[in-house]
């Protein structure tokens, strides 16, 4: 049975997605020095599922089944890559017995590194299927590519799925940021091979990891093989011609966007050395050579540099504290309040992977008591048009292109950002040396944000001129409104000639 692809995500995505960050969150733990005394290992009911946190950033689900198989059979794993934490549910609750109690009493190592364990409030993993067979499979993926700095084609794809089993079909969206969903033949293995050997690991160095889940649909349905759909079993699908039916003025793309504009070879993936996660040892390599992003992604029609934003609070939003927030993923150029739409806004962006990164990351978030929209926007550039006074008595419009705020104007000053979801944790940087713990409470009060709960400064050198360290706040929402109004404040110290101007962006610690 064929299953359309739209009405799958719209119906069920958004609501597992929920369900399993909730699983997640509810999975509270104890600090690794009282896990490791057995002191907190059972303030939570026991349960066939176990929390496990503190992995390594290369760990992938076959990591995990190859460390705890042998508490006992396990028939799921749900992994979060950006948390460094997972959840693996067990058949029998004896064997999540075993493992909890072995990481209470002894080190776990997990791809060489050691992990700490819990029982999860969960009973149960959401699986995106719904299915009441815990061991329940499907042969189609769900692949959701986090933190994509780089192009996601087919043919990407194809050439980090197939080494581990023959792919019929690919399918890629951009509903909810960038999505696949991968077909292998009618056998299971091959699709549980992969999801074992890929869940968790990088395309490329440090970004666009994956996390597989089984899909809902059976069956994948292509109509036509390009960049974002093809099937394998008819390569006389037509390809979509580019352009077809209209002339363009400056042909194909801007000498910019050539065969080498991302530089050098991308890196190698490693796939696991067992051979259980291969079809065969002597035509598959041991390594998978991922090809450069193509410049031919670029004129895909449905991309877009532009992001609209849906959701924003009519009085506490504007252009400012819209740069504030979305320039964590890329560039901002302009960004437009719609007077037609009251609470929608256009943010037009350094490129389309730019607005691919700000959906995935702020998509369904909270500010302000109102849950933000952000999608792709038909419009490929922003008019300063219409031009009102929003009700802050600030203007609708505001061109960011030439401020020292943007954070991707340079390869250099690209790689110094770490792409991160929002969490409770902020980092903040370029203070100057004589501000205290008490001056930052009183800077949110002024502004009449939440404070934070707890202060961490890192040890700067003696000759420093500024100072950086950590903000924890009570919830996620919290830190999100803190950053979207105080980032880049300008904080002024008495004598000083210039500014020193504050920067905030969401920590990899997830708490303090």
């Not at 960004?335 to 009251?342: G, I």
């Not at 991160?420 to 040396?433: D, I, K, M, T």
């Amino acid at each position: 049975m064929v299953f359309p692809l739209t009405h799958w995500l719209s119906r069920s995505s958004a609501a597992w997605q929920g369900r399993v960050l909730e699983d997640a969150r509810l999975s509270t733990f104890a600090s690794p020095e009282s896990v490791r005394d057995g002191e907190d290992s059972h303030r939570i009911a026991q349960s066939p599922v176990v929390h496990v946190r503190g992995l390594c950033e290369a760990v992938v689900e076959a990591d995990l089944v190859e460390a705890l198989e042998k508490f006992g059979p396990i028939c799921y794993v749900m992994m979060m890559p950006f948390k460094r934490q997972a959840l693996v549910e067990f058949e029998m609750v004896e064997s999540a017995d075993k493992c909890v109690a072995c990481g209470s009493s002894e080190a776990v190592y997990i791809a060489g590194q050691q992990a700490f364990f819990n029982y999860s409030t969960s009973k149960r993993i959401t699986r995106p299927t719904n299915s009441d067979n815990p061991n329940s499979g499907n042969k189609v993926l769900l692949l959701s590519i986090q933190n994509p700095l780089y192009p996601i084609t087919t043919d990407v794809l194809y050439t980090v799925c197939n080494p581990i089993g023959s792919v019929m079909r690919i399918v890629i969206f951009k509903r909810n940021g960038i999505q696949a969903m991968v077909e292998y033949p009618f056998c299971l293995s091959c699709a549980q091979k992969a999801k074992a050997a890929l869940n968790g690991a990088d395309i490329y160095a440090g970004c666009c990891t994956l996390k597989i889940e089984y899909a809902r649909p059976t069956r994948l349905n292509v109509i036509r093989n390009d960049n974002e759909s093809w099937d394998y079993t008819k390569p006389y699908l037509v390809r979509r011609e580019r352009g077809k039916g209209r002339q363009a003025i400056l042909g194909e793309h801007p000498s910019s966007y050539g065969d080498n504009g991302y530089g050098s070879h991308c890196p190698l993936l490693p796939l696991p050395g067992n051979s259980r996660y291969k079809l065969s040892s002597h035509d598959i390599p041991e390594v998978v050579a991922y090809p450069l992003p193509q410049s031919s992604s670029y004129n895909n029609h449905g991309s877009s540099s532009v992001a609209m934003v849906s959701g924003l609070h009519p009085t506490k939003m504007n252009c400012t504290r819209i740069f504030n927030l979305f320039c964590l993923y890329g560039n901002i150029e302009k960004v437009k309040f719609m007077k037609s739409v009251p609470g929608t806004a256009l943010v037009e962006m350094g490129d389309e992977y730019a607005v691919d990164r700000a959906i995935t990351h702020l998509n369904s978030i909270k500010v302000f008591g109102k849950r933000l929209n952000v999608c792709v926007s038909k419009q490929h550039a922003v008019i300063p048009s219409q031009v009102f006074e929003l009700e802050d008595g600030s203007s609708s419009y505001k061109d960011f292109a030439m401020t020292r705020n943007n954070r991707f104007t340079s390869q250099g000053q690209a790689s110094k950002n770490i792409i991160q979801p929002p969490s409770c944790v902020l980092h903040y940087y370029n203070v100057p040396p004589c501000i205290s713990e008490d001056q930052l409470l009183r800077l949110c009060s002024e502004h009449d944000v939440p404070g934070f709960t707890k202060f961490k400064m890192f040890d700067a050198k003696p000759s420093s001129k500024t100072i950086s360290g950590l903000l924890e706040f009570d919830s996620k929402t919290h830190a999100v409104e803190v950053l979207t109004v105080l980032n880049h404040y300008q904080i002024r110290i008495p004598n000083g000639s210039n500014p020193y101007t504050l920067k905030l962006c969401f920590s990899t610690s997830s708490h303090l």
